[in-house]
């Protein structure tokens, strides 16, 4: 299978990026990033792009399945508006044009509680994602949705840390649902929806994504 990854350069997409490479199910990975990944592979296509004008006439649109681990936050893109733009209208963008060229499935790394209703404007952007992308049709459509996320980020989150400290002391106790999802746990449940797609809208919840 082709597959196109994006937010290759992030926590979760750097641990997809590697997955993909090593699954022989996979012939070849397309990943645009904003700047380049730093990784040579003879299956790995980088195109580096502008996710506010992506190039829709690219050939490299023709995969079979697309992974959509793309996201920031509120502080690091400067603004509600910014942060919808890179958590919602640039993954709704790179669906409709993979689609558009022929792809069947599509896996989002989502968030716990994605509601487009939510008062929380972190999920509620979530949730209107969600929402938008069972409407372009796709044949498969899985919804990973972590809650805090384990790993090194390249940047620190000061709150992410915070709470990354708390709940590994507690994790023994606190409810499946509740504990830390390690990013490789996420990518692999991510890379499982696009290399063995399951008809319809698929829900992959927190408490699925824990050490055992």
């Not at 994605?114 to 049709?137: C, H, M, T, W």
């Not at 790993?151 to 709150?159: D, K, P, S």
């Not at 994790?171 to 390690?182: D, E, F, H, Q, S």
Request: charged share 20%; with cysteine.
């Amino acid at each position: 299978m082709k597959v196109m990854l994006v937010g290759a350069t992030g926590l979760v997409g750097s641990h997809v990026l590697r997955q993909l490479l090593e699954d022989p199910r996979c012939d070849a990975v397309v990943a645009p990033t904003r700047r380049p990944v730093g990784i040579i592979d003879p299956a790995l296509v980088n195109p580096v792009v502008d996710f506010a004008q992506l190039p829709a006439e690219a050939d490299w649109w023709a995969v079979d399945a697309v992974i959509c681990a793309l996201g920031t936050t509120i502080k690091q893109a400067g603004s509600k508006e910014a942060f919808a733009r890179v958590d919602h209208d640039a993954p709704l963008a790179v669906a409709r044009l993979a689609r558009a060229q022929g792809a069947h499935a599509f896996a989002l790394n989502s968030a716990m509680g994605a509601d487009p209703g939510s008062r929380i404007f972190y999920n509620q952007v979530k949730g209107r994602l969600e929402q938008d992308l069972r409407e372009l049709g796709y044949p498969s459509l899985t919804l990973v949705r972590p809650g805090l996320i384990g790993g090194e980020r390249a940047e620190r989150r000061t709150g992410e840390h915070l709470a990354s400290l708390v709940l590994g002391a507690l994790g023994p106790v606190l409810p499946r649902a509740w504990r830390i999802n390690p990013a490789e746990l996420i990518a692999a449940a991510l890379v499982e929806a696009a290399l063995a797609p399951r008809p319809g809208v698929n829900v992959v919840r927190s408490a699925e994504l824990v050490e055992r």
